[in-house]
């Protein structure tokens, strides 16, 4: 059985860790906060109950999350680790400090991935010894139903890494796409793009929330709107990508607006905090 570690458990790690369990990996998910550990085998238990269900599991969920244990510190995680997938928040620093962990305590044959969606890679990378072996694996929340893996190559990134992660995206039920190692990669620089001007829109009055969503759900069939998607990703998740963007391409369309940064102040961080653009309970927005 190959090994994935998977370091960070919140809503994309927690996916991350599902979907490779249920490739038939044995899976080791890693945080330091035990809360959030027991959180996301609660939300991954959900999760497969709800897709065993309706019948779109070839296995049943016991004999699936029983793959994943799960420990806070890195060293044990990664230690026999075939791939190593790093899904921690959203700063260069923070992932620079793990990536240097697992470099040291990695076999000298696993691929490090980061599950970022704007950062670049090659910095990333930067902290490591086997900077061939490092690439973007960006997955889309919520993971177990998303079809799409953004695979990222930087420019030191080996042919054989990129195969490897196309091939275990493949594995898991993914589509993969390889990008190059520009901010934002394919879908962030445009997926966000979206988001900003709907909160401008918003901010300028041209209409509520509901209905600029409605605007893309039922004029271009998108499955969710630009605010709602905005709540599911995280408004502090989109804020940060919104910053890096801002700085990195020197547009000001990624200029983050001031109801986001607002918001973001008052705690208003989308689903997971219960308040956003909507408010939710468990997976219903109103
Ligand atoms: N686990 C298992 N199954 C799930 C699930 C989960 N976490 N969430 C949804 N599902 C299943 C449902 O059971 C349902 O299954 P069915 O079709 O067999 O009945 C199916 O997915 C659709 O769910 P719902 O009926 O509850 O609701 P919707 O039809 O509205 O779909 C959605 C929900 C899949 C979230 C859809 O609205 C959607 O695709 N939204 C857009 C999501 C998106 O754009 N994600 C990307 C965000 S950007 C990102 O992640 C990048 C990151 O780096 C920030």
Redesign the pocket.
């Known amino acids: 059985m190959k090994v994935i570690a998977v370091i960070g458990s919140g809503t994309m790690g927690n996916g991350i860790a599902q979907v490779a369990a249920q490739a038939g990996w044995s899976v080791a998910l890693c945080d330091a906060n035990p809360e959030a550990l027991q959180k996301a085998l609660g939300t991954i238990k959900k999760?497969l109950e709800?897709?065993a269900e309706?019948g779109k599991l070839a296995e049943a969920p016991p004999t699936i999350w029983d793959r994943i244990r799960t420990t806070a510190a890195i060293e044990t995680a990664v230690g026999n680790a075939d791939l190593v997938v790093e899904a921690v928040p959203e700063s260069i620093d923070l992932k620079r400090r793990i990536f240097e962990a697992i470099d040291g305590a990695a076999p000298a044959h696993a691929v490090l991935a980061s599950n970022t969606?704007s950062l670049s890679i090659a910095s990333i990378a930067e902290a490591v010894s086997r900077r061939d072996r490092v690439v973007g694996m960006?997955f889309?929340?919520?993971v177990?139903?998303?079809a799409l893996l953004e695979v990222v190559r930087a420019k030191e990134t080996s042919e054989e890494t990129v195969a490897f992660a196309v091939a275990t995206g493949l594995a898991m039920g993914k589509e993969p796409i390889v990008v190059r190692d520009m901010p934002g990669f394919a879908?962030?620089r445009l997926?966000v793009l979206l988001g900003l001007e709907a909160m401008r829109m918003l901010e300028q009055g041209v209409a509520n929330a509901s209905d600029i969503d409605k605007a893309m759900t039922l004029g271009y069939r998108h499955?969710?709107g630009p605010l709602q998607?905005t709540d599911?990703?995280g408004l502090d998740?989109r804020l940060a990508i919104a910053e890096h963007l801002h700085r990195e391409l020197a547009s000001e369309a990624f200029r983050p607006p001031e109801i986001l940064r607002r918001m973001v102040a008052e705690g208003k961080l989308g689903k997971k905090s219960g308040r956003g653009f909507y408010t939710w309970e468990g997976?219903k927005a109103s």
């Open positions: 999760s709800r897709l309706k969606s960006h889309f929340n919520p177990p139903v998303m879908t962030s997926g499955p969710m998607l599911l990703v998740v997976d």
